[in-house]
């Protein structure tokens, strides 16, 4: 993967040429350590929004922060209160830690313990004799042989 040149504007959301140098390096470490480029969106997305909920408009501000830990914990129980899954939740965080990765020691198992538990939304649940029967009147012979298979209560 290319990397983004500092002379070079990228599709991103912050222009390079319009950053100071402390700024410009901590955009350009973070947006380059990232491979996929919906992960680079959804990193920045989503540090956007610490930082909103940190009052802050450089990225660079972020490694300023008197105590980071206690922040990151505060902004996840800022998630929680607004009823934010936990999936949600991590990958919000885990765009943190990505930025503050080699600047910010943070003790992770803490933070973590603050996210709250995995709870499932969607209820597995075996389907009833009337829907697979209605499956079975509209598939043909090989259908209903996987169907059969998968209803099977074994």
Wanted: charged share 30%.
């Amino acid at each position: 993967m290319a990397l983004i040149q500092k002379d070079e504007p990228c599709d991103h959301a912050v222009e390079l040429e319009s950053l100071d140098k402390k700024e410009d390096e901590s955009y350009f470490n973070f947006i380059n350590s990232i491979r996929s480029e919906v992960t680079k969106a959804n990193y920045l997305f989503n540090l956007k929004l610490y930082m909103k909920f940190c009052n802050l408009t450089k990225m660079s501000d972020l490694l300023t922060i008197s105590d980071p830990q206690k922040q990151i914990i505060k902004y996840i129980m800022s998630l929680r209160a607004r009823k934010m899954a936990t999936g949600s939740i991590s990958t919000m965080v885990n765009a943190i830690y990505h930025f503050d990765m080699n600047d910010v020691v943070l003790n992770k198992k803490k933070i973590n313990m603050f996210k709250g538990e995995f709870s499932r939304t969607i209820i597995d649940r075996p389907y009833t004799h009337e829907e697979i029967s209605k499956a079975l009147n509209c598939a043909d012979l090989r259908m209903k042989v996987a169907i059969l298979l998968m209803a099977r209560r074994d």
